[in-house]
């Protein structure tokens, strides 16, 4: 019997495929979406008392096609009976594997599934928000948390690409590179949701992190000499390879300047080393590149106190003219406090505009500035404040720690 972490992992990793499944076999990308998440939620009540089956991925198939079925039965119903059989039938000889049988895949659905959600005809809002649903696998809620809406607004936003959609061919499609950008931050936001849970008990859900990489890999092979790809894939893996030193025995968040250095994934740093020296060496870098560059000099340093935080905070100098975000901008500050002093990056926090956006992150970096600087009782309140705004746990727990850690 495997737990319930264990099943959520093994839930979303056969997502994407049995999702790819229902769509090749009947289309209606909309109803068949609806069909997955059902059989996810009857798997997830099932497997955790009565214990995973041998084949997952059949199981998951067989249970959607009903309730997609089913569906399908009832809306036809209500329209032409002669329409009946032409939508049930499969558009072509792609059939599920009953349970306890194995088959291999004839090409990956999951990157099908990646490109017809970064469809053209969709806003780039609509794109990543649909692929986040129906390839990453996040809830309306995580999603939501993620871009910083109301849960309600997300929800509106996946209904509406979903009936986009609904009709277009499945397939990759002929000029897919046209939707690289919308796949590639696609991709870095399933990564980020991975890496750091934006809510919940645990800081990482690996599975989630592990199939951003995966599916990078797979944009990488198709176009290795794209910098921007090769840039995606490195800091991906620069930044993974810290994820066993991340947190603590009992689950609880390890700051970067206090992980044991020797957990971390030397492999994966070379490989990750070494993509993004490539990518830089193809002309402009673009703001992946910078990204992995950044993370590259955190991971080659031997320790906290030799990390070249100039060369740092060069890099971020010119990622912030490219990607002026909130949290470019606070990370920057945290960069200019390492190099400048605690007085000037606090100087500099206070001019930026537009960093409410970064949520609890903004109150988080000032309480550092402030706790460098000597500022006590200003650092705790920060701390405090941080920690009433994220809804992850170990977050949570870390912030006020810091801040209790302060208290005269």
Known sequence: ???????????????????????????????????????????????PAKGVPDNPRGWLIKVASRRLVDALRAEESRRLREEKAAA???????TAPPPGAGRAPSEDDTLSLLFLCCHPDLSPAGQIALTLRAVGG????????????????????????????????????????????????TLYLIFNEGYTATSGTALQRAGLAREAIRLTRTVHRLLPEDGEVSGLLALMLLTDARRAARTGPYGELVPLDEQ????????????GVALVTEALTRGPAGPYALRAAIAAVHDEAPSAEATDWAEILGL?????????????????????????????????????????????????????????????????????SAAGQTLSLPERRYLEARAARLRP
């Not at 049930?88 to 792609?94: G, H, Q, S």
């Not at 044991?260 to 490989?271: K, L, P, V, Y």
């Open 260 to 271: 044991d250095r020797d957990r971390w994934d030397r492999a994966a740093i070379g490989e």
């Open 88 to 94: 049930l039938t499969p558009r072509d000889a792609f």
């Open 316 to 384: 971020y100098d010119v990622l912030v003219l490219r990607v002026p975000g909130p949290v470019e901008r606070l990370n920057r500050t945290v960069a200019v406090a390492m190099v400048h002093g605690p007085g000037t990056a606090l100087a500099e926090l206070d001019r930026l505009e537009g960093v409410s956006a970064a949520g609890h992150r903004l109150d988080a970096v000032r309480a550092h500035l402030l706790e460098r600087a000597g500022d006590t009782a200003g650092a705790r309140a920060a701390y405090a």
């Open 1 to 47: 019997m495997r737990g319930t972490t264990e099943v959520e992992d093994l839930l979303r990793r056969h997502a994407p495929q049995v999702l790819g499944a229902l769509v090749r076999r009947y289309g209606h990308f909309d109803a068949a979406e609806d069909a997955v998440q059902e059989a996810l939620l009857a798997a997830a009540r099932q497997w």
């Open 138 to 185: 996040l809830t309306t809620a995580e999603i939501a948390r993620a871009y910083l809406v109301p849960e309600a607004t997300m929800a509106q936003r996946i209904s509406r690409a979903k009936q986009r959609v609904r009709g277009m061919g499945f397939g990759r499609p002929d000029h897919w590179e046209e939707r690289l950008p919308a796949v590639l931050h």
